[in-house]
Every structure is written in structure tokens, then in C-alpha cells.
């Protein structure tokens, strides 16, 4: 009777633990790359009604022709782009980006930290 009890608490526990530690692990994989460095901005452009983006003195490894895309679509690309430009007007640095490649290349950032 006590070993049915203490396998039975065996497995709640066990399922508990399976519970708590999926949605870590199912975010954890869902997490963009991110360039966790300094980079200088020496050209800004937007195109059309929907995309803009940015150049860097450093390499973007990974990224088509060192470029960094950002979507005017959404309103977290508008914010990106207002950070982009104030950034390069006033001389500051993007010291993160989180973004999405393609399988082209595209990189297309989802977020920035400028310093």
C-alpha cells in the first residue's frame, strides 16, 4: 500500500516537473540570434511604404550584403527605425540586434538596443 503510494507521488511529481520545464524549452528553441556587439551606422534607407533598413562599418555575419532590413509594416519596425535614425544622427552605436534570417540571407532585425 505505501509503495503504490510513493510510485504514484513518483509519477505526480515526475509529470509536474515535464509541465513546468516545456514551455522553457519550447521557447528556448522559438529565441531570435541576436549580434551582441557594437556596430557604427553609416547608411540609412526606406523603401517604398514597408521596408527600411541599415548598413554597418562592421560585418554582419550571416547577413546579405551587410545589411540589416527592418519592417515598416509592423509598429515595432517604425519604433526600430526612429532608433535607427536618431542613432546615426546623434553618432550612437547599435550594441544589440535581435533579428530573422532567410534562407536568402535576409536578415531582418526584430529588435535593437543603441548605446
Known sequence: MLGNFVNNMKKLMLSFMVIIALPFSVFAEQADPEFNEPFTITQVFS?????????????LTGCKWNLMYLDLSTESGKAMFSQVLAAKSAGFKVVRVYYKRSDSEKCTATGLHIR
Open 47 to 59: 523603401e517604398g511604404t514597408t521596408t527600411a533598413g541599415f548598413f554597418t562599418a562592421e560585418v
